[in-house]
């Protein structure tokens, strides 16, 4: 893939500092004054703004029409959203836990991502769906997920992650104006939402105009020369924080958050191996056949790439639903210190 | 019915003061000693007890989202059911479920946290019944906000055409978090959804406990009878939030107010006192639901939190070696867990 053109905007003078939702809510406002045929479509999404803030506010602007509260009937809400975009609306679906993915799966997977290929490029469905991810309060197996492969495995639909508000606004700006159907993946601890205490990290900087964010470019986050983390979402942030960690002890870390999984800037994190020959991948997702190895392989596959790698770590949830209990969560859900040990691991220092 | 109520209402409560431990002033969803969401249903005690008056142990019954009213009528063990709640080792799924996935196998409950997707299970233990020639049923609840779902259409269906001996619950708060019924339906009995499948639909229109239980008899006992299906609709209230922490903003001050004067535990006490039942034994069932809560919640807490590593257990019944114990987590192996 060609390198993109990393974020003009990034540059730009801003005092002003908003949460994830925040950002994503100004870029869905900003596009729906723009173009009529933008409307969100969700459970929940209006009157309450969305249970993770992802709509905070739009309904009082846009009102019931525009920001339209569904049934309780997935198959139904996010097919209707690929048929609207295929009759040339461009619709946002909320799909509210990435969980609730098997509901509406079929009109995900069989028709919004493929009708674009089986009618030869005929038909194009641009829509957004997005949809909260992650663990870390406790909500057991079927409302912790994050299941980033799942969506990137199968072919058809665009991935994004951002992991700060200025990424998630420039992301969303793009997501919108794509012609092809996106899925946007938001991290509920990123949120700033007020029952959910977020991090630092993703509050940020973010212009007032419009900005797009390239999909495939993927952000060093940190630049460093012993080790690179890749990793995306809520993880570029704990990755960051094994980094001050390992600082301390003359550990140099460099942080590549990937921002979007399809496309995949794998230029990025190739450059960035062959700059510290190892690479420990982070994920929120389930081990086996997800990022993680995806991200390898594509390492290992490039010319001089095995060459380049003296070492590689995995850390990702290994192959349990999520548990409930706090003890047993906080085990399968890689933290801090966990990235701080595989990238101890991958330069050989236990 | 009165003690499966007062019972249930008494639990909330008393969880509800051990959920909101450590959660104030600010609310943090994972601070306190009960993790995760919870979802209280102080307003709906007059279906679960009116219903499940008329189950047996062989009988199966699935769970929504909110099911801590359900559960205690099915008779499901308190003190380990309160364990799970607070996540502990002796909980019934060992702290793996919590409060939206609880399973007691002795009294065949299960629960789902996916909206509607308790009716297909419930179909199929109708299914198994109807197989093995027994004559246990089974009963799936559900809220109204649920009866859109493909779910719930698909399984009258199913359990319609193969006569299975289930009975569809739909409890109807009005409210499906933040939309009101009107909002996700246009038809304003639920029970009317059953001419659809050609099985008897009732609708039980106030929280009136008695018509429950009278209402419930008949389509359970149709059930037993190799009768075939039928659906029940219940006019619950949430006296709360969605969940706690809920702020509601949505919901006028009125209908909060309303939710609360119509309450369908005073009621069956009227009842109660209109048929002659004293206040000593009415006050004698109060105080027995509250030791016995008080006794399951002082039990769980004592109880031990499970060991990390007891994260990596339990995805299989026959596990395929290599694949407990937390093997393919290298990093997390090689340092012995993270606690
Ligand atoms: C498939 C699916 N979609 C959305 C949700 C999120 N959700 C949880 S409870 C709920 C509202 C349910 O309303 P209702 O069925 O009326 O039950 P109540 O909460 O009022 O008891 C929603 C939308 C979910 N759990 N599963």
Not at chain 1, 206 to 221: H, L, M, N, Q, R
Not at chain 1, 322 to 336: K, S
Not at chain 2, 216 to 226: L, S, V
Request: aromatic share 6%; glycine share 8%.
């Amino acid at each position: 893939m060609a390198q993109q053109e990393k974020d003009p905007a990034k540059e730009r003078q801003t005092d002003r500092s908003l949460t994830m939702s925040r950002a994503m809510v100004e870029a869905i406002a900003h596009e729906m004054r723009a173009d009529d045929d933008v409307f969100y479509m969700g459970e929940d999404v209006a009157d309450y703004g969305g249970i993770f803030d992802s709509t905070e506010g739009l309904l009082e602007e846009f009102g019931h029409d525009r920001i339209m509260d569904v049934p309780i009937s997935e198959t139904a809400y996010i097919g209707a959203a690929v048929g609207a975009a295929q009759a040339g609306m461009r619709p946002i679906a909320e799909l509210m836990f990435v969980d609730f993915f098997g509901v509406g799966m079929d009109q995900i997977y069989n028709q919004m991502a493929k009708n674009t290929y089986m009618s030869g490029g005929s038909v194009s469905v641009p829509m957004v769906l997005t949809a909260a991810v992650g663990g870390t309060y406790n909500d057991a197996a079927q409302h912790s997920q994050t299941l980033y492969g799942t969506f990137a495995h199968l072919p058809g639909m665009k991935v994004v992650v951002p992991s700060t508000a200025y990424d998630a606004k420039g992301l969303m700006h793009n997501a919108i104006r794509d012609d092809d159907p996106v899925v946007y993946m938001f991290h509920k601890r990123l949120m700033g939402i007020g029952w959910l205490p977020a991090p630092d990290g993703p509050k940020t900087p973010v212009p007032e105009d419009e900005y797009t964010i390239p999909f495939g470019s993927a952000d060093v986050k940190r630049e460093g020369s012993d080790v690179t983390v890749v990793t995306l979402g809520l993880h570029v942030h704990r990755a960051l924080e094994a980094a001050d960690e390992l600082a301390d002890d003359g550990i140099d870390v460099e942080v590549v958050d990937l921002r979007t999984l399809v496309p995949l800037d794998t230029d990025t994190v190739r450059d960035s191996v062959a700059k510290t020959g190892r690479l420990v991948v982070v994920d929120e997702d389930y081990r086996s056949f997800g990022v993680t190895g995806e991200i390898v392989a594509q390492v290992a596959e490039a010319e001089d790439g095995l060459a380049d790698l003296e070492a590689v770590e995995r850390v990702a949830v290994p192959d349990v639903p999520l548990p409930y209990a706090r003890p047993m969560e906080n085990e399968v859900v890689p933290d801090a210190e966990d990235i701080t040990d595989a990238v101890r691991a991958a330069r050989g220092d236990e | 019915m009165y003690e499966a109520m007062v019972t249930a209402r008494r639990y909330e409560e008393r969880l509800q003061e051990e959920y909101l431990e450590g959660k104030q002033p600010a609310f943090d969803i994972s601070a306190g000693p009960i993790p995760g969401e919870l979802h209280l249903a102080a307003g709906h005690e007059a279906s679960g007890a009116g219903v499940c008056q008329h189950l047996r142990d062989d009988d199966t019954v699935t769970a929504p989202h909110r099911p801590h009213h359900i559960a205690v009528a099915k008779g499901v063990d308190l003190k380990r059911m309160t364990a799970e709640i607070f996540g502990r080792e002796t909980g019934l799924s060992k702290g793996k479920g919590g409060h939206m996935h609880l399973f007691d196998p002795d009294v065949n409950f299960a629960c789902s946290g996916i909206i509607a997707e308790g009716c297909p299970p419930a179909v199929g233990a109708g299914l198994a019944a109807k197989k093995r020639n027994t004559d246990s049923v089974a009963v799936a609840f559900l809220g109204e906000g649920a009866i859109d779902q493909g779910a719930f259409l698909e399984s009258l269906n199913l359990a319609a055409v193969q006569d299975l001996p289930v009975v569809f619950v739909v409890e109807d708060n009005d409210w499906a978090i933040s939309m009101p019924k009107d909002r996700v339906t246009d038809v304003e009995n639920g029970a009317r959804r059953a001419d659809g499948f050609d099985m008897p639909g009732t609708r039980v229109d106030a929280d009136d406990a008695v018509a429950v239980y009278e209402a419930a008899r008949e389509a359970i006992g149709r059930a037993r009878d190799r009768n075939g299906p039928s659906l029940l609709e219940v006019q619950v209230h949430r006296r709360m939030g969605h969940f706690m922490g809920d702020p509601q903003a949505y919901r006028s001050d009125e209908d909060k107010a309303a939710a609360q004067q119509r309450d369908s535990i005073d009621r069956l006490e009227s009842d109660l006192r209109a048929h002659g039942v004293d206040d000593e034994t009415i006050d004698e069932l109060r105080s027995s639901a509250k030791e016995r809560v008080e006794e399951a919640i002082e039990w769980a807490k004592e109880q031990p939190e499970p060991e990390p590593a007891d994260a990596h257990e339990d995805v299989f019944t026959n596990p395929p070696s290599g694949v407990t114990d937390g093997e393919p987590n290298v990093a997390k192996t090689e340092t012995g867990g993270d606690d």
